[in-house]
Each structure stands twice: as structure tokens, then as C-alpha cells.
């Protein structure tokens, strides 16, 4: 371990320990150059020889990276023989301390699952396959925005991999079938692992449990438990990503894809005000037009308000990206709400009582109106809407993400 306040060739003065793996010890460090604060990745010797070799690993499949949704790399080197890496600073929780306090709502679930197949659709794209997705492995920024990081145990096309004898490849409770028996792995294998994360998420439970060995045996005995807690038409989803055979597993694309279809199938409605039963007095006949006015331009223009009622479709607030959840930014934790409102075809409202004619007295008495639609009879409205929100977050035990099961003051391992 390498104390507080020493500073790495020159430039980066570590300010505390993130978290500490089987591979690597992950500080926050101030950049003194540059004056910004970032996450750096030491490797760990262990005794053995190849240490070198995987941070060099590391610091190669991440330096073709540019994607919003992957930890970037600024930098690495040597340093009094220690091997390090200077990664972005993530400056929010994991997945895996998120976790801690329950299971997320259904918006914020997805759309970290969404983000991070994004990642991995990019990866793949590139030859590379993470193997190890994990909850410890996805950080959480301040606005809940997911990025994957520890590519550690990355394989890339030419089958590069740098990973000792007799040492796990990837964590025991999100290996894939293909992974315990040893078999060939692919794009699909990190698949598995992303539905067993986003099953999590939705449960707040983690599929297999017990000791690695339980845990990794477990899957070749039966099918992950996909049950009501989890939102059609995610549970079939869910079932198709952790299917047996890797070839029956959907790509991180379409899993993204998906992601994105819901979110542009929700909509937002809001309900005009009854008109009141009684006669209207002049200033409430000026008011009575502009409402009028009012509705009928929102029928011919298509704008809309959010929901004054409730919130979007995942709970969440109506602004930012789609499909996230109601909680706060970084602290919030699933205290916030899950209610989901699925989508609503219209936009109803009442009509105004009829308006006299200029220059002659309201009728005294004005049957009660009726409901009707924003739109007239010409039939109900329908306006997209975001589903929005912000996730959130802290950690995961001693660090994970930025290391090899290891990153921001999270979980190692």
C-alpha cells in the first residue's frame, strides 16, 4: 500500500485509498499538472511476474476507448517498479452500494441496464468482451449515469487475456454458463451477466448466492427465478438474456435497443379543470376564452404539461434523460418512489361553459359541462414524453470499478 500524499512521478499526489482488490489498490490522486482530480490504479505483485504485463493489458484495451458510458484512461507508467494506470474519477457510488439499500425502481433499473449495454455494445464492436459485469463494476455519477469500468480480465478478438492460474475469471454469482464449465466465451457471455445485474436491480436480490463455488454451480441447475416483481415485458427479456445457450441471448444492441423503445412509447397527461356550475361573470368569461384558447392550442400544436399529479413513467422527475428513476443524485436511495404509469393514449380535459354573445347576458343557468377531449370530438390526444430522473448511489464496500473488482471506495473482489 502506498501511503497518502505521495506523489507518482512527479505529477500525481495520491489523497487516500478507493478501494483494494486481489490485483490492484485504486487511490484518488490529484493530478498537480493539470489540477483535476482522478483515480489511479496500482498493480498489485502479489509475487508473481506477470503483473506488469495486466496493468500493460489493461492500459491497452482501454486506451482505443472513447465511449460516455466507459471509465476513460488519461494515462500510465512506472513508477519505483510499481505499474499504474490514471483513470477518470467517478465521483459517485456503485452499483453494488446502490444495491445495498434495496431494489431500484423500475426506470432507474432499466436505464442503467441501458447505459451500460450501450457500453458493451461498443465493446463488442471493438473485439472486446468485459467478463466481468457486475454491480461493483458499474459506477454511478453525481447525475446516475452508469459506466463501466475494471477491464482487468478483458478479453479482446485475438484472445488475449492475461489471467493467472487457478484465479477466477470474473465473480462467482454473474459467470455464465459457458464461464463454469470453461467452455469459449463471446459478446454473449457479458449478456448473461448484465440480466443477472438487472434482475438485481429489480428484486433487490441477488440471484445466486452462497460460497463461489454454490454460486457458480448453482446456474447449471437451474434457471435464474424471473418472477412478478419484475415488470412485463422485462421479464421475458430477462429470461431471454440469461438463457443457457449464449446463442439465445439477444446482443447488448438490442438489449439498448430496448431500453430506448420504452422510453420513447411513454408518454406524460394532464387533465384540464371541470368547468365550474354556475353562471359566469364577466372577468370569469375572460378567463373561460383563454382556457379555451388555451386547450384548443394545445390540441392543434401538440405541447403539453408534465404530469402536475404524479411523475413520469418510472416515477421519476419529467426532465433529463429518458427513463430514469425519481431518486435524487447520488444519495438519494430507493426511498424515492418506484410507482410506474404506463402509457396513456390521451389528453382529456373538460370543456368551458359556453360563452354568451357579445353584448348580451350569460344564460342564467349552464348545464354542468362535461368531460371532453382536448382535442374535441375528433378523439383524444397523445404526446411522447420523456420518462426521466436521475439515479444514484454509493459505493461498493472498498472500492470497485476502477480496479480488478476494485474502484471508487467500493468493493474489491
Same mark, same amino acid.
Given at each position: ?201 429489480? @428484486? /433487490? ?5 452462497? =460460497?463461489? %463455488?454454490? +454460486?457458480?454451480?448453482?446456474?447449471? $441447475?437451474?434457471?435464474?427465478? &424471473? ?73 392543434? @400544436? /401538440? ?5 402536475? =399529479?404524479? %411523475?413520469? +413513467?418510472?416515477?421519476?422527475?419529467? $426532465?433529463?434523460?429518458?427513463? &430514469? ?89
Amino acid at each position: 500500500m502506498v501511503k497518502a500524499g505521495t506523489v507518482i512521478d512527479e505529477r500525481y499526489r495520491l489523497r487516500g485509498l478507493l478501494g483494494r482488490g486481489a490485483m490492484a489498490e485504486v487511490y484518488v490522486a490529484t493530478d498537480l499538472r493539470l489540477d483535476r482530480t482522478v483515480a489511479l490504479k496500482v498493480a498489485r505483485s502479489e509475487g508473481t511476474d506477470d503483473c506488469g504485463e495486466r496493468n500493460k493489458h489493461e492500459a491497452h484495451a482501454l486506451a482505443r476507448l472513447d465511449h460516455p458510458n466507459v471509465v476513460r484512461m488519461f494515462d500510465a507508467g512506472c513508477w519505483n517498479g510499481l505499474e499504474y494506470l490514471v483513470l477518470e474519477h467517478i465521483d459517485g457510488p456503485s452499483l453494488g452500494l446502490r444495491l445495498r439499500d434495496g431494489a431500484l425502481s423500475p426506470g432507474e433499473a432499466t436505464r442503467i441496464a441501458g447505459q451500460t449495454a450501450s457500453a458493451l455494445a461498443y465493446l463488442h464492436e471493438q473485439g472486446i468482451v468485459h467478463r466481468d459485469v457486475k454491480p461493483a463494476n458499474i459506477l454511478l455519477d453525481r447525475r446516475g449515469n452508469a459506466h463501466l469500468a475494471d477491464f482487468g480480465t478483458a478479453i479482446v478478438r485475438d484472445g488475449t487475456r492475461l489471467t493467472a492460474t487457478g484465479h477466477a475469471i470474473g465473480t462467482a454469482s454473474y459467470l455464465s454458463p459457458e464461464q463454469v464449465r470453461g467452455h469459449d466465451i463471446g459478446p454473449r457471455t457479458d449478456i448473461y451477466a448484465l440480466g443477472l445485474v438487472l434482475l438485481e436491480c429489480l @428484486t /433487490g436480490r441477488r440471484e445466486y448466492g452462497g =460460497t463461489p %463455488s454454490e +454460486a457458480a454451480i448453482a446456474r447449471l $441447475s437451474r434457471q435464474p427465478v &424471473v418472477d412478478d416483481d419484475v415488470p412485463a415485458p422485462w421479464r421475458n427479456r430477462i429470461k431471454a438474456m440469461t438463457a443457457l445457450k449464449p446463442e439465445a441471448r439477444p446482443s447488448a444492441a438490442t438489449v439498448a435497443g430496448w431500453v430506448a423503445a420504452d422510453d420513447a412509447t411513454m408518454t406524460t397527461t394532464i387533465a384540464l379543470p371541470a368547468a365550474a356550475n354556475r353562471t359566469p361573470k364577466r372577468g370569469w368569461l375572460r378567463a373561460g376564452i383563454g382556457a379555451a384558447a388555451a386547450a384548443a392550442a394545445i390540441a392543434t @400544436t /401538440g405541447y403539453f404539461w408534465p404530469n402536475l =399529479t404524479g %411523475s413520469a +413513467a418510472d416515477g421519476s422527475a419529467s $426532465s433529463g434523460p429518458a427513463a &430514469v428513476s425519481s431518486t435524487s443524485p447520488t444519495s438519494a436511495g430507493p426511498g424515492a418512489s418506484s410507482t410506474s404509469i404506463q402509457p396513456t393514449p390521451g389528453l382529456g380535459g373538460a370543456a368551458a361553459s359556453p360563452a354568451a354573445p357579445h353584448g348580451k347576458a350569460a344564460p342564467k343557468k349552464t348545464p354542468s359541462a362535461k368531460p371532453a377531449s382536448a382535442t374535441g370530438p375528433a378523439g383524444k390526444h397523445e404526446q411522447p414524453g420523456p420518462g426521466n430522473g436521475q439515479g444514484d448511489g454509493q459505493g461498493d464496500g472498498q472500492g470497485d470499478g476502477h480496479g480488478h473488482g476494485n474502484g471508487h471506495g467500493h468493493d474489491h473482489g
